[in-house]
């Protein structure tokens, strides 16, 4: 079992930049893939952005063409953490945030956190 706990988001205006932080705890040694997903109201939920769990310091990233050069997604193992750096953020980056996680040898992310709520005024 994997826990997450999000922290970090708030209101924000147009321009300015979060950071959101992602808690990983228990079985970390089964973790592939943490992502960062979004759910703005009447919209699906779409990924944000993820990075590998293990494999190097930095690990590989991908990111949503929509945040790409404004959103940057890190972690940092000794710690259990997932990190979002948000930048020049945009009224419509308004949403909850998710972090989730992958396993390893599973193509769909099976856990998740409960949220953190991004506003972004214009």
């Known amino acids: 079992q994997v826990e997450l706990v999000e922290s970090g988001g708030g209101l924000v205006q147009a321009g300015g930049s979060l950071r959101l932080s992602c808690e990983v705890s228990?079985?970390?040694?089964?973790?592939?893939?943490m992502g960062w997903f979004r759910r703005a109201p009447g919209r699906d939920r779409e990924i944000v952005a993820s990075?590998?769990?293990?494999?190097?310091?930095?690990?590989?990233?991908n990111y949503a063409d929509s945040v790409k050069g404004r959103f940057t997604i890190s972690r940092d193992n000794a710690k259990d953490m997932v990190f979002l750096q948000m930048s020049s953020l945009k009224p419509e980056d308004t949403a909850v945030y998710y972090c989730?996680?992958?396993?390893?040898?599973?193509?769909?992310?099976?856990?998740w956190g409960r949220g953190t709520q991004v506003t972004v005024s214009s």
């Open positions: 990075v590998t769990w293990t494999g190097g310091i930095i690990g590989s990233t």
């Open positions: 228990g079985r970390t040694f089964s973790l592939y893939r």
């Open positions: 989730a996680a992958q396993k390893i040898g599973f193509n769909s992310f099976d856990y």
